[in-house]
Every structure is written in structure tokens, then in C-alpha cells.
């Protein structure tokens, strides 16, 4: 089985890092599978908005900082050179509809991965969430181009394999910052290695020459992203005495919320992080992993 040129390239400095990290990592205390009920409509998930109070500005399972820092630096003039800017033409030019449209449909691709997860965490009642969102988005939504489902009460609920890990009872591992991919730690970057070499769609267009298309696919998942945490992200770094920090604080309480599933997608979310007031955070805020 071949794997596509994509996969490896991205997939290098993670695979590296945990090889480097795990003979000597000191795994923290496994995060408690406590589960909030499935979000309803007109739910949000809300985490602290003030940058100022909430910012973790201590080093805790962060034994890489010098070297994470290093790294961060580079993803900035990435970003900013590159990435960002793609993501301002992004979301500049397509209207809200067609940006729309392209999660729903990349959400739509997932489904196996994230169906998958569901499996394995014996959550049924999200495993059928995940296929009936899948039934509906594929037909009525077009092969998943409209997000019929959560028009239809069905709302989007993302897992991965670092969420599966961490209710396995594996602890999250030394914080990292991985080359573009951003923030991390040691159980989600094996989950996002994991997850790459046995997603079955990017698998099935390997094995049938269509790399191009893995290419495409990672590469509008990370821009649609980016795009949506352009105001957000911009107010973070215009507010925090340390960005590096608040990015990492940030990290973990998307985290923690995300593996005890108590926070719904917000799309449509793009909140003022100078607020007081507690904000809504849209999707992978931090992250860009093409997972997602």
C-alpha cells in the first residue's frame, strides 16, 4: 500500500517528534470520560473570553518550550506570509454559502473517521447521530454540500482518534508545537498520525492516483480553518502579554471540551475576543489539522 506524498510530508515532523518524545515522556493524568448530553439546538459551548484572566502563563507538561516556541515563531511568519493571506482572499471572495459548503461537505468525507471514533468509545447514540447526519447530507444535502442535518436537529459532533485515546484513559503527553499543523501534545499527534494512514478516503484515492485530491482536500480544510478564526485569532495576539501562552491555554480547553463532548460546531461563531463576556469559539480556533 502506497501512501500518498501529502500524507508523509505533513506527517514527518509529527512522527518525529513523538518518536523523539515517547522513550522519555511523562504521560499526565488521564482526562475523565464525563460526558455532557448530546448538544440541541440553540446550545453553546462557552469558554472564557477575558485573554487577560484566562491565559495559563506557567510551563505545566510543556518540557519543550524552548524548542515549541522556536517552532511557533516559524508557523507565524508561515502564517502570516502565507497562510493567513490565502485565508483573507478565501473568505473575502466566496460568499458565506459556498465557505459553508465546503465544511460541510469535508465534514461529510470524514464521516468514517469520526463514525469509526464513535465505535470505539462505545457511544452509540453519536455513532447514530454521525450516520444519520451522513444519510441526509448525502441526499438531500447533495453529497454533503448543504448541512441539511443540523437544519433537521441533527448536529455536528467531531471525534478523533486523540478524543478516543483520551477516554481509553491515556493522558495527553507533553504539550507540542507541531510545523503548520499547530498546537498539539503527544496522544493527539499519534492520533492525527493514526488517523492519516487509515482514513479510508484518502486511502482510496492513494491507491487510485489521485493524490492531487489529498492535496486539495487538506488544503481546503486548513484554509476554511484559518478563515474562520482570522478576527479571533488577530484580537488574541493584539491582547495577550503572551501569545505563545494564550494559544496554548487556548489548546486545552478546546481540548477538554472537545473530549468530554460538550461543545456543538458553531460556524457561524466569529466572537470578539476583547469581550468580558464569555464567546462562543468556532471550530479548530488554534489547530488546522486537516482532520478536522
Given at each position: 500500500m502506497r501512501i500518498a506524498p501529502l500524507s508523509c510530508t505533513l506527517l514527518l515532523p509529527a512522527a518525529l517528534f513523538a518518536a523523539t518524545l515517547a522513550p522519555r515522556a511523562a504521560w499526565s493524568a488521564p482526562v475523565d470520560d464525563v460526558r455532557a448530553p448530546m448538544a440541541m439546538p440553540g446550545d453553546e459551548f462557552v469558554a472564557q473570553a477575558d485573554v487577560s484572566a484566562d491565559v495559563d502563563m506557567d510551563d505545566d507538561n510543556d518540557p519543550l518550550e524552548g524548542l515549541n516556541r522556536g517552532i511557533f515563531e516559524f508557523n507565524l511568519v508561515v502564517d502570516s506570509w502565507v497562510i493567513k493571506p490565502v485565508a483573507e482572499v478565501y473568505r473575502d471572495v466566496l460568499p458565506q454559502e459556498a465557505q459553508d459548503s465546503v465544511r460541510s461537505f469535508?465534514?461529510?468525507?470524514?464521516?468514517?473517521?469520526?463514525l469509526a471514533n464513535n465505535l470505539l468509545q462505545a457511544d452509540m447514540d453519536s455513532a447514530g447521530n454521525t450516520v444519520a447526519r451522513f444519510l441526509v447530507n448525502s441526499t438531500i444535502g447533495i453529497l454533503g454540500l448543504f448541512d441539511v442535518a443540523s437544519d433537521l436537529g441533527i448536529p455536528y459532533r467531531g471525534e478523533d482518534l486523540g478524543q478516543t485515546l483520551a477516554v481509553w484513559g491515556i493522558g495527553d503527553g507533553p504539550y507540542l508545537m507541531l510545523p503548520i499543523l499547530g498546537p498539539s501534545n503527544l496522544r493527539d499527534t499519534t492520533g492525527t498520525v493514526a488517523e492519516w494512514f487509515a482514513d479510508p478516503v484518502n486511502l482510496a484515492?492513494?491507491?487510485?492516483?489521485l493524490e492531487w485530491l489529498i492535496y486539495v482536500r487538506a488544503g481546503l480544510t486548513g484554509i476554511d480553518a484559518r478563515s474562520r478564526?482570522?478576527?479571533?485569532?488577530?484580537?488574541?495576539?493584539?491582547?495577550?502579554?503572551?501569545?505563545?501562552?494564550?494559544?496554548?491555554?487556548?489548546?486545552?480547553?478546546q481540548r477538554a471540551n472537545d473530549i468530554r463532548n460538550s461543545r456543538p460546531s458553531d460556524d457561524q461563531g466569529r466572537p470578539n475576543l476583547s469581550d468580558a463576556e464569555t464567546s462562543s469559539l468556532p471550530d479548530d480556533i488554534v489547530s488546522f489539522r486537516p482532520s478536522r
Open positions: 469535508m465534514r461529510n468525507l470524514r464521516t468514517p473517521v469520526t484515492l492513494d491507491n487510485n492516483d478564526s482570522i478576527d479571533v485569532l488577530d484580537e488574541l495576539q493584539r491582547t495577550s502579554l503572551d501569545y505563545y501562552a494564550a494559544i496554548r491555554s487556548l489548546y486545552r480547553q
